[in-house]
């Protein structure tokens, strides 16, 4: 069983940059390829971005490609996303999930965190 606590989410004007971290329980976290999803207001939950168990690989949406970035530490259990030039359409709640790495293609995710509310707005 893997438990996930996002935090870092708020309230940025665009251009602003913010950082989501998200702290796993347990002791096999560095088995598992960790991602980030996203849902807006009014849509369904996307991919964001993905990370391989070791750090090696790395997946991203095109809406997100360039200007976010995934990365893991394994010592702390945690996986992060920076996200820089942030948009208003990036608002949205972001969720931590950890699985396969196929869970960029729409498979794969085992476990969710609760999400962390991000809004973009000036």
């Known amino acids: 069983q893997v438990q996930l606590v996002e935090s870092g989410g708020g309230l940025v004007q665009p251009g602003g940059s913010l950082r989501l971290s998200c702290v796993a329980s347990?002791?096999?976290?560095?088995?598992?390829?960790m991602g980030w999803f996203r849902q807006a207001p009014g849509k369904e939950r996307a991919f964001v971005a993905v990370i391989n168990w070791s750090g090696g690989w790395r997946n991203y949406s095109d809406s997100v490609k360039g200007r976010f970035t995934i990365s893991r530490d394994n010592a702390k259990n945690t996986v992060s996303l920076q996200m820089n030039n942030l948009k208003s359409e990036d608002t949205a709640v972001y969720y931590c999930?950890?699985?396969?790495?196929?869970?960029?293609?729409?498979?794969?995710?085992?476990?969710w965190g609760k999400g962390t509310l991000v809004t973009v707005s000036s």
């Open positions: 347990g002791r096999t976290f560095s088995m598992y390829s």
């Open positions: 999930a950890a699985g396969s790495y196929s869970m960029a293609v729409g498979n794969g995710v085992e476990y």
